[in-house]
């Protein structure tokens, strides 16, 4: 009896002190002729699942904010959901089973995703826009301000938001995969809300760390000229 009680003190210690793998999990699913691809991006404390049509190039759908676990449940809080204005979703809640290269989050849709293979890299972070060209915000108000665009970089694989926390006005995303080295930072785009079109292109620009910030520069996705400082976000 002592071992029993042991035993399951043990099980559920473990359940109380599960935490959330870190990293990028991916699924692809069939619809016919076309391919579904489900994407979750989670650090330390946010998450962010994406999903995008393949062949032909459709952004479907985006949803984040951060998280908080408890046992083997996760909850998160939305700052952003791109299907706002027809389901009215403020929170996720799963209840989740996850090893080291597979999550599965219960009553999700999809059976499992799989942990991507990249590792951390250069701007692996959260970031805010804190300045454009010669125009720079005061950071302490950026934070605070619930309008925000925000680009997520995790292990290879990037994305940017412009969202309201409090309005729940979504203003639009893209992401897909990046290279960050030697001064220079590659954006290969693999979905666009605003324009499919430009799915398949590579934007390569120039980056530099200077006390933290991020300064971004180059050609947007319709060719004009950017400046851009971006300040991590925890």
């Given at each position: 009896m002592r071992n029993i009680c042991i035993a399951v003190f043990f099980i559920m210690a473990s359940f109380a002190n599960a935490q959330l793998n870190s990293g990028v999990f991916l699924s692809e699913e069939k619809q016919g002729n076309v391919?579904?691809?489900?994407?979750?991006?989670?650090?330390?404390?946010?998450?962010v699942a994406t999903v995008?049509?393949?062949?032909?190039?459709?952004?479907?759908?985006?949803?984040?904010?951060?998280y908080t676990v408890e046992g083997n449940q996760l909850r998160v809080k939305l700052e952003f959901n791109s299907n706002f204005q027809e389901d009215g979703v403020k929170e996720l809640v799963y209840s989740?089973?996850?090893?080291?290269?597979?999550?599965?989050?219960?009553?999700?849709?999809?059976?499992?995703?799989?942990?991507?293979?990249?590792?951390p890299i250069d701007l692996n972070g959260k970031w805010l826009i804190t300045g454009r060209g010669d125009q720079s915000?005061?950071?302490?108000?950026?934070?605070?301000?619930?309008?925000?665009?925000?680009?997520?970089?995790?292990n290879g694989h990037f994305q940017w938001i412009a969202f309201n926390s409090d309005t729940f006005q979504f203003s639009g995303t893209g992401g897909g995969t990046y290279e960050a080295k030697n001064g220079t930072y590659i954006e290969k785009i693999a979905y666009f809300s605003r324009d499919d079109s430009r799915v398949g292109?590579?934007?390569d620009f120039k980056y530099e760390i200077k006390n933290g910030d991020w300064h971004h520069s180059g050609k947007s996705s319709k060719g004009a000229d950017i400046y851009e400082v971006w300040s991590i976000r925890e």
């Open positions: 391919s579904l691809v489900h994407e979750l991006k989670i650090d330390d404390t946010y998450f995008y049509q393949k062949n032909p190039a459709k952004f479907i759908k985006t949803q984040g904010g951060f989740f089973i996850q090893n080291k290269k597979e999550l599965k989050l219960e009553a999700d849709t999809v059976k499992s995703y799989t942990k991507s293979n990249e590792s915000f005061d950071k302490a108000e950026v934070f605070k301000k619930p309008r925000k665009t925000m680009k997520f970089l995790y292109a590579a934007l």
